[in-house]
């Protein structure tokens, strides 16, 4: 539990503090990479936050789905290796985020599936969006809600709540 409420505690200060430096919404997690004057820290705010989370997952888990926690974890270690998306990494950096993200929501299915019901907030959130907002371009609009920003939080949050409650 104090490794848990740790991870949470220093992705949490990342996230926060990321909001405050770009004074609002990030495009993504990730998009905070180029932000940084010390780059080192998205690795270390992504990988130590997976390493610390992991042994309460994995107690959290089904015997049969301990192997998805830790190849989501996994997915957050190349993310956490490879920030640089716009440039050399980015082959690497999806790769990464596509596994954590999968893998983790997977693993939540299969061990307290109500959580997923959080992402209905998020298509109620980008419905209203786009419905209000309406350019005539789908990924546009998407992109001007920041989805990506969300749907990162929100596949950690379902990991979060999974391991806490």
Known sequence: MILTLLSLLVFASYVGVMIYKTKGIPYSISDTYYILSNRYWFGICMILPSLLLLPAALDASTENSQFLIFLSVVGMIVLGVSPNFKGA?????????VMSLVFSQIWVG?????????????LIYAITFVVKNWSGNL???LTACKSMFWIELISLLTVYLTCLL
């Open 89 to 97: 990494h980015k082959k690497a950096h999806i790769a990464g985020a």
């Open 110 to 122: 299969c061990n307290s599936w109500y959580w997923l019901l959080l992402w209905a907030a998020f």
């Open 139 to 141: 990924i546009w609009d």
